[in-house]
């Protein structure tokens, strides 16, 4: 990446940061209100404490879970933002994954197609340009969405092959089979070429099978 | 100690945030102060004394570890429990190595920030005897 990229993608970032910031200190207000409403009805004696209750409850339940659903986005979105900070950091790839899959899932949703990141407790630390990193991920996907019928779900998830480790992107469908030739498929979308490229930089590799597609690194 | 007479200092710029939350913490039996700064709540700290702060560490100005570090000189003995946004949990960490005694993430679970003063303070009163 040249250093005006770089300069744009991290002005990008870090306004992006600043938003959620503010954007995570916005729902915490919220909740908090929310919170104090069920305090004031939990707490303060009233008539018809339990009609009030029963007519609240729903409402504030519903702040309360989207509240959470705005939380666990925003945080993921100041996460992202925040990997512009370095041209190559050490990062949790697996964290770093879990977080890009959570932003993803509305792409993937727009031309039917799930996402399901398979969950790992233990941390696969790589040092890397973390940004390129993730462009090599959402062309994995992006490439994909292009070819899969909808209903289809790819599943995120890391290989133990030891050395090199192995992110995967396994795909499958609950009532019809795959495309047969997935590689040649995925080689003649456009994005692509535009992962080969980006791998090549960072010393990832990708590999397209009948199952879906491997980055090796 | 018992939760009656906890008096929680609570430094945050969001002040409709600290407002809500003193508010809830005063229904459960606890008494709050809430300064909008770190001056101010340095300012504050001066005058009364506190069994606990909890600080914001996002903070214009005085931002919230600096905050954090003049506390520790004006009052060691005061446990001070951090916020944080999530994504910030390297300032958190950050703050324990200046001797906060934990951190939690915004936006918070009004349980978990009582058990964590009620925790913090009984470790601090521990310590006093």
Not at chain 1, 189 to 195: A, F, G, M
Request: net charge negative.
């Amino acid at each position: 990446m040249s250093e005006q990229d770089f300069l744009k993608t991290r002005l990008f970032g870090k306004l992006t940061a600043s938003a959620t910031h503010e954007f995570q200190n916005v729902l915490a207000i919220i909740k908090e209100s929310a919170g104090l409403m069920e305090d004031v009805l939990a707490f303060t004696p009233m008539e018809n404490a339990d009609i009030l209750e029963e007519r609240l409850g729903m409402p504030l339940s519903t702040i309360k879970k989207q509240v959470a659903r705005g939380v666990e986005l925003v945080s993921c979105l100041n996460g992202f933002a925040h990997t512009t900070d370095h041209a190559r950091i050490k990062v949790d790839v697996v964290a770093l994954s879990r977080r890009l899959v959570l932003l993803t899932r509305r792409l993937g949703a727009n031309v039917g197609v799930g996402l399901v990141f398979e969950e790992q407790d233990k941390p696969l630390y790589l040092t890397v340009d973390a940004m390129q990193f993730q462009l090599c991920m959402s062309c994995a996907m992006e490439s994909l969405f292009s070819v899969l019928p909808a209903r289809a779900v790819i599943s995120i998830g890391f290989k133990d092959t030891g050395s090199p480790s192995c992110m995967s992107f396994s795909v499958n469908h609950p009532d019809q089979p795959l495309p047969g030739d997935l590689p040649g498929h995925l080689s003649k979308t456009p994005s692509w070429p535009v992962l080969m490229e980006a791998a090549a930089l960072i010393d990832v590799r990708p590999e397209a099978n009948d199952a879906g597609v491997n980055l090796l690194f | 100690m018992t939760k009656k007479s906890i008096k929680i200092l609570l430094i945050d710029d969001e002040e409709e945030f600290a407002n809500t939350l003193a508010e809830r913490l005063e229904l459960r039996g606890y008494e709050t102060r809430t300064a909008a700064c770190g001056e101010d709540g340095l300012g504050l700290l001066s005058k009364e004394s506190f069994d606990i702060a909890v600080l914001d560490l996002m903070m214009p100005g005085m931002n919230g570890l600096d905050t954090l570090r003049r506390i520790k000189l004006d009052a060691p003995d005061m446990p001070v429990v951090l916020l944080t946004g999530h994504g910030s949990t390297r300032e958190g960490m950050e703050g324990m190595r200046l001797g906060a005694f934990d951190y939690l993430m915004k936006p918070l679970d009004i349980k978990d920030l009582t058990l964590k003063i009620l925790s913090a303070v009984d470790a601090s009163d521990g310590e006093k005897k």
